[in-house]
């Protein structure tokens, strides 16, 4: 039995609703095998993304085929490195909201990737950005916060692998995670 371990990073820079297959089985729950390509990529998180936006109360995301592209850069930069960091995005304007993930390779399905960032919503609390969490820390809440983050309306996301681990980046603009914004 292969050992699924997992990283997640705290965002430091500031479709339609999902239908519930006839499996019955949500995207971000089905550990069986997937096939990993762009249009399941594609698919799996506006899906995901588009969900969590739709319980929160706010518009739909578009998908952005540049930020896909940027998040396509920075994710096989990570994988190469074998780093797990945020893009300091240098130079970069407008800066892009960034949301990471790393876990090991082939364990993961994009929706359990996504799926996992999405799940940060058990500790999140309506309040005035970063005093958001349950829990004391706003890290505990931030992949979640920028999925959701009400003026965000284009996404892009990719993932890149190397020897152990796979990396999913997306990227969001406007930024979200905006020290001071309410959030309701």
């Not at 609703?17 to 506006?46: E, F, H, I």
């Not at 896909?68 to 892009?96: C, I, M, W």
Request: aromatic share 10%.
């Amino acid at each position: 039995m292969m050992r699924r371990a997992l990283t997640v990073l705290a965002l430091v820079i500031p479709a339609a609703a999902l239908a519930v297959p006839q499996t019955g089985v949500l995207p971000w729950t089905d550990k069986s095998p997937k096939s990993r390509n762009p249009l399941v990529l594609k698919s799996t998180m506006m899906a995901v993304h588009n969900e969590a936006r739709r319980q929160y109360g706010v518009p739909p995301l578009v998908w952005d085929d540049g930020l896909a592209s940027d998040s396509a850069v920075y994710a096989a930069r990570l994988a190469r490195l074998n780093r797990f960091e945020h893009d300091t995005q240098a130079g970069r304007k407008p800066k892009q909201g960034e949301n990471l993930w790393m876990g090991t390779r082939g364990a993961y399905s994009y929706g359990e990737m996504i799926g996992l960032l999405v799940d940060e919503r058990k500790y999140y609390r309506p309040g005035r950005f970063p005093y958001v969490s349950r829990t004391g820390s706003w890290s505990h809440v931030a992949h979640y916060t920028q999925i959701i983050w009400p003026t965000s309306q284009r996404v892009g996301c990719a993932t890149a692998s190397n020897q152990g681990n796979d990396y999913l980046v997306c990227r969001y603009l406007p930024a979200g995670n905006v020290v001071g914004t309410i959030l309701r």
